[in-house]
Protein backbone atom coordinates (compact mmCIF):
# COMPACT_ATOMS: atom_id res chain seq x y z
CA UNK A 1 0.00 0.00 0.00
CA UNK A 2 0.98 3.70 -0.63
CA UNK A 3 1.77 5.94 2.26
CA UNK A 4 3.10 8.87 2.97
CA UNK A 5 4.84 9.60 6.89
CA UNK A 6 5.89 13.14 8.17
CA UNK A 7 8.38 12.49 11.12
CA UNK A 8 8.23 15.81 12.85
CA UNK A 9 4.93 17.22 13.80
CA UNK A 10 5.87 20.36 14.96
CA UNK A 11 9.16 22.64 14.09
CA UNK A 12 9.70 26.11 15.09
CA UNK A 13 12.49 28.08 13.20
CA UNK A 14 13.80 31.70 13.54
CA UNK A 15 12.94 34.13 10.90
CA UNK A 16 15.68 34.34 8.45
CA UNK A 17 16.40 30.67 8.92
CA UNK A 18 16.35 28.09 6.34
CA UNK A 19 13.68 25.26 7.25
CA UNK A 20 14.07 21.63 5.92
CA UNK A 21 10.36 19.73 6.39
CA UNK A 22 11.19 15.84 6.09
CA UNK A 23 9.18 13.85 3.69
CA UNK A 24 9.25 10.07 3.30
CA UNK A 25 6.66 8.15 1.17
CA UNK A 26 6.06 4.24 0.82
CA UNK A 27 5.38 2.90 -2.94
CA UNK A 28 7.15 0.18 -5.33
CA UNK A 29 7.42 2.75 -8.20
CA UNK A 30 7.61 6.68 -8.35
CA UNK A 31 4.70 8.28 -7.70
CA UNK A 32 3.44 11.97 -7.96
CA UNK A 33 4.26 14.05 -4.73
CA UNK A 34 3.02 17.11 -3.50
CA UNK A 35 3.24 19.48 -0.91
CA UNK A 36 0.35 21.51 0.33
CA UNK A 37 0.26 24.44 2.86
CA UNK A 38 -3.07 25.58 4.98
CA UNK A 39 -3.24 28.11 7.19
CA UNK A 40 -5.49 28.23 9.75
CA UNK A 41 -9.40 28.22 9.06
CA UNK A 42 -8.23 27.43 5.29
CA UNK A 43 -8.19 24.81 2.80
CA UNK A 44 -5.18 22.92 1.14
CA UNK A 45 -3.01 25.28 -0.90
CA UNK A 46 -0.66 23.77 -3.41
CA UNK A 47 3.03 24.40 -3.19
CA UNK A 48 4.17 22.63 -5.80
CA UNK A 49 4.39 18.98 -7.10
CA UNK A 50 6.48 16.59 -8.93
CA UNK A 51 5.75 14.13 -11.77
CA UNK A 52 9.05 13.22 -13.29
CA UNK A 53 12.44 14.52 -14.55
CA UNK A 54 14.69 17.09 -12.81
CA UNK A 55 14.37 15.83 -9.07
CA UNK A 56 14.04 19.53 -7.85
CA UNK A 57 11.21 21.36 -8.29
CA UNK A 58 10.79 24.80 -7.47
CA UNK A 59 7.14 25.90 -6.10
CA UNK A 60 5.34 29.53 -4.80
CA UNK A 61 6.97 31.60 -2.48
CA UNK A 62 10.31 30.33 -2.71
CA UNK A 63 9.97 26.81 -1.96
CA UNK A 64 11.53 24.06 -3.05
CA UNK A 65 11.57 20.07 -2.41
CA UNK A 66 14.26 17.68 -3.98
CA UNK A 67 12.84 14.12 -4.69
CA UNK A 68 15.28 11.16 -4.08
CA UNK A 69 14.34 8.01 -5.63
CA UNK A 70 16.82 6.14 -3.44
CA UNK A 71 15.28 7.63 0.18
CA UNK A 72 11.72 7.50 -1.04
CA UNK A 73 11.91 11.32 0.40
CA UNK A 74 10.34 14.18 -1.25
CA UNK A 75 11.52 17.24 1.63
CA UNK A 76 10.50 20.97 1.75
CA UNK A 77 13.13 23.34 1.97
CA UNK A 78 13.31 26.84 1.99
CA UNK A 79 16.72 29.33 2.43
CA UNK A 80 15.00 31.92 4.25
CA UNK A 81 11.96 31.88 6.26
CA UNK A 82 9.54 35.01 7.07
CA UNK A 83 6.52 34.75 10.18
CA UNK A 84 4.15 34.61 7.36
CA UNK A 85 5.03 30.80 6.38
CA UNK A 86 4.10 29.86 9.83
CA UNK A 87 1.38 26.93 8.92
CA UNK A 88 0.78 23.49 8.42
CA UNK A 89 2.44 21.90 5.79
CA UNK A 90 1.19 18.25 3.97
CA UNK A 91 3.06 16.34 2.24
CA UNK A 92 0.98 14.08 -0.57
CA UNK A 93 1.43 11.13 -3.25
CA UNK A 94 -0.88 10.20 -5.62
CA UNK A 95 -0.48 7.10 -8.53
CA UNK A 96 0.53 8.18 -12.21
CA UNK A 97 -2.68 5.49 -12.84
CA UNK A 98 -4.73 8.51 -11.31
CA UNK A 99 -6.46 7.69 -7.85
CA UNK A 100 -7.10 9.84 -4.76
CA UNK A 101 -3.90 11.65 -2.71
CA UNK A 102 -2.85 10.12 0.29
CA UNK A 103 -1.23 12.52 3.13
CA UNK A 104 1.02 12.72 5.25
CA UNK A 105 0.14 13.83 9.13
CA UNK A 106 1.16 17.09 8.38
CA UNK A 107 3.72 19.08 10.13
CA UNK A 108 3.29 22.28 12.09
CA UNK A 109 5.37 25.18 11.75
CA UNK A 110 6.34 27.50 13.89
CA UNK A 111 8.39 30.63 12.71
CA UNK A 112 9.86 32.86 15.82
CA UNK A 113 11.02 36.59 16.19
CA UNK B 1 -13.08 31.46 -11.84
CA UNK B 2 -14.47 30.37 -8.72
CA UNK B 3 -12.79 27.92 -6.85
CA UNK B 4 -14.47 25.10 -4.37
CA UNK B 5 -17.19 26.13 -2.80
CA UNK B 6 -18.13 24.64 0.59
CA UNK B 7 -21.19 25.22 2.41
CA UNK B 8 -21.71 25.84 5.35
CA UNK B 9 -18.39 26.95 6.77
CA UNK B 10 -19.72 25.76 10.68
CA UNK B 11 -22.40 22.47 11.81
CA UNK B 12 -23.40 21.94 14.81
CA UNK B 13 -25.44 19.09 15.62
CA UNK B 14 -26.62 17.35 18.35
CA UNK B 15 -26.14 13.28 18.43
CA UNK B 16 -28.43 11.37 16.32
CA UNK B 17 -28.80 14.18 14.18
CA UNK B 18 -28.57 13.91 10.20
CA UNK B 19 -26.87 16.34 8.48
CA UNK B 20 -25.59 17.08 5.10
CA UNK B 21 -22.56 18.98 4.15
CA UNK B 22 -22.63 20.60 0.45
CA UNK B 23 -19.67 21.13 -2.10
CA UNK B 24 -19.28 23.04 -5.41
CA UNK B 25 -16.13 21.67 -7.38
CA UNK B 26 -14.01 23.98 -10.02
CA UNK B 27 -16.63 24.42 -13.08
CA UNK B 28 -14.98 21.86 -15.42
CA UNK B 29 -13.08 19.36 -13.12
CA UNK B 30 -14.09 15.82 -13.50
CA UNK B 31 -12.65 14.84 -9.77
CA UNK B 32 -14.18 15.45 -6.79
CA UNK B 33 -12.80 14.07 -3.10
CA UNK B 34 -14.25 14.49 -0.11
CA UNK B 35 -11.41 13.86 2.73
CA UNK B 36 -12.27 14.31 6.72
CA UNK B 37 -9.67 16.06 8.69
CA UNK B 38 -8.63 15.79 12.41
CA UNK B 39 -5.77 16.57 14.71
CA UNK B 40 -5.02 12.76 15.30
CA UNK B 41 -5.63 11.27 11.86
CA UNK B 42 -4.71 13.72 10.04
CA UNK B 43 -6.50 13.37 6.31
CA UNK B 44 -9.03 10.39 5.28
CA UNK B 45 -10.52 9.83 2.05
CA UNK B 46 -14.15 9.31 2.53
CA UNK B 47 -14.92 9.51 -1.11
CA UNK B 48 -13.80 10.26 -4.47
CA UNK B 49 -15.64 10.55 -7.66
CA UNK B 50 -14.28 10.17 -11.30
CA UNK B 51 -17.16 11.86 -13.94
CA UNK B 52 -19.86 11.22 -10.97
CA UNK B 53 -19.06 7.73 -10.87
CA UNK B 54 -17.74 6.58 -7.34
CA UNK B 55 -14.20 5.18 -7.64
CA UNK B 56 -13.23 5.03 -3.78
CA UNK B 57 -15.30 4.41 -0.86
CA UNK B 58 -13.31 5.25 2.17
CA UNK B 59 -13.57 1.86 3.74
CA UNK B 60 -14.36 2.97 7.37
CA UNK B 61 -17.01 5.15 6.91
CA UNK B 62 -19.44 3.19 4.47
CA UNK B 63 -21.89 2.45 7.45
CA UNK B 64 -22.88 5.92 8.21
CA UNK B 65 -21.65 8.22 5.55
CA UNK B 66 -22.96 8.60 2.23
CA UNK B 67 -21.41 11.19 -0.73
CA UNK B 68 -23.16 11.51 -3.91
CA UNK B 69 -22.49 13.78 -6.84
CA UNK B 70 -26.41 14.68 -8.27
CA UNK B 71 -24.65 16.48 -11.33
CA UNK B 72 -20.91 17.22 -12.49
CA UNK B 73 -21.23 20.71 -10.08
CA UNK B 74 -22.12 19.52 -6.58
CA UNK B 75 -21.66 17.16 -4.69
CA UNK B 76 -23.23 16.32 -0.52
CA UNK B 77 -21.98 14.23 2.00
CA UNK B 78 -24.56 13.00 4.47
CA UNK B 79 -24.00 11.99 7.89
CA UNK B 80 -26.81 9.69 9.47
CA UNK B 81 -26.73 9.36 12.10
CA UNK B 82 -23.96 11.71 13.61
CA UNK B 83 -21.76 10.73 16.67
CA UNK B 84 -19.97 13.30 18.85
CA UNK B 85 -16.61 11.10 16.68
CA UNK B 86 -17.59 12.87 13.66
CA UNK B 87 -16.58 16.34 14.97
CA UNK B 88 -14.14 17.25 12.40
CA UNK B 89 -12.78 19.28 9.70
CA UNK B 90 -15.23 18.10 6.30
CA UNK B 91 -12.47 18.67 2.72
CA UNK B 92 -13.98 18.92 -0.57
CA UNK B 93 -11.51 19.31 -2.94
CA UNK B 94 -11.25 18.80 -7.09
CA UNK B 95 -9.22 18.24 -10.14
CA UNK B 96 -9.52 18.20 -13.57
CA UNK B 97 -7.48 14.77 -13.94
CA UNK B 98 -5.31 12.54 -12.49
CA UNK B 99 -2.27 14.86 -13.69
CA UNK B 100 -3.30 18.22 -12.75
CA UNK B 101 -3.61 19.96 -9.55
CA UNK B 102 -6.26 18.97 -6.51
CA UNK B 103 -7.98 22.32 -5.39
CA UNK B 104 -9.84 22.45 -1.81
CA UNK B 105 -12.32 23.81 -0.33
CA UNK B 106 -12.03 25.81 2.85
CA UNK B 107 -14.07 23.27 4.60
CA UNK B 108 -17.31 22.98 6.73
CA UNK B 109 -16.27 22.20 10.53
CA UNK B 110 -18.69 20.36 12.26
CA UNK B 111 -19.00 20.08 15.78
CA UNK B 112 -21.52 16.84 17.27
CA UNK B 113 -22.96 17.64 20.52
Known amino acids: AQSVTQPDARVTVSEGASLQLRCKYS??????LFWYVQYPRQGLQLLLK??????VVQGVNSFEAEFSKSNSSFHLQKASVHWSDSAVYFC???????????FGTGTKLQVVP | DAGVTQTPRHEVAEKGQTIILKCEPV?????LFWYRQTKIQGLELLSY????????DGGAFKDRFKAEMLNSSFSTLKIQPTEPKDSAVYLC???????????FGKGTRLTVV
Open chain 2, 93 to 103: ASRDNANTEVF
Open chain 1, 27 to 32: YSATPY
Open chain 1, 50 to 55: YYSGDP
Open chain 1, 92 to 102: ALSLPSGTYQR
Open chain 2, 27 to 31: SGHND
Open chain 2, 49 to 56: FRSKSLME
